[in-house]
């Protein structure tokens, strides 16, 4: 990936994110390098998994361009549940 990609004003949120949702606890938001190294280790294990989930359709499919767009139609309907961050507060 570019590392343009990574310059937008809201990236290192995401990234906070992720490490919420892969460890459930705030830990990831200490300043120091192992727990920057376990958001990185997160965020390539989710990036991973998405472009497997990805390939693994397209290359089964006769129609690959339909599968993709299969893919953001049901991304874009997908309704989450709300987060619990009560514990969090």
């Known amino acids: ?28 938001l200490k300043n120091d390098e192992e727990q920057q190294n376990k958001l990185i280790t997160a965020f390539e294990e989710y990036a991973n998994f998405g472009l497997s989930e990805i390939s693994a359709r397209v290359s089964s499919s006769s129609s690959a361009l339909g599968d993709l767009v299969g893919i953001l139609m049901e991304a874009s309907n997908a309704v989450d549940a709300p987060p619990d961050v009560a514990d969090l507060i």
């Not at 990574?6 to 830990?27: H, I, N, V």
């Open 1 to 28: 990936m570019p590392e343009s990609y990574f310059s937008t004003p809201g990236w290192r949120g995401f990234l906070f994110l992720l490490g919420f949702a892969s460890s459930e606890s705030s830990d990831h």
